[in-house]
């Protein structure tokens, strides 16, 4: 595993970056923790409100992912080469490109299934930087 930056500006950096990622993430989970399926989005306007705050909260991790990358290359891939971090970025891409071709099913199945793993990692990855 790789270590925190040596340089103390790069590392509260990061910090703050994972910080930030972690609570979109706990936000994400508790929005739609009522979610069984795309329709419950589609059923009303708060669902389509709640789908379309997903995105932005999305959006926002992948912009997280992106700055990471950014600072610190190798930070991410090399300690978590088993989340998709190429998938993150691009998904951001397609949210932020591409909103009104978005599935909801992909969003919800995101929110439910990626979003906890990638909580793990985050919260692995602060722990690294802590030390």
Not at 13 to 38: F, M, R
Not at 110 to 123: D, E, H, Y
Request: aromatic content about 6%.
């Amino acid at each position: 595993m790789e270590s925190k930056s040596s340089d103390p500006i790069l590392n509260e950096k990061l910090l703050l970056t994972l910080h930030s990622i972690s609570e979109t993430i706990d936000d994400l989970i508790k929005w739609n923790k009522n979610v069984e399926s795309a329709d419950d989005y589609y059923s009303s306007t708060a669902g389509m409100q709640l789908l379309a705050a997903n995105c932005t909260l999305i959006t926002a991790i992948g912009e997280g992912v992106k700055r990471i990358n950014r600072f610190a290359p190798d930070f991410l891939t090399s300690n978590f080469p088993e989340i998709p971090w190429i998938d993150i970025i691009g998904m951001r891409n397609r949210i932020a490109h591409g909103y009104f071709e978005l599935d909801a099913d992909i969003v919800l199945d995101t929110v439910k299934n990626g979003v906890p793993t990638l909580k793990s990692a985050i919260l692995k990855a602060i722990e690294i930087c802590d030390k």
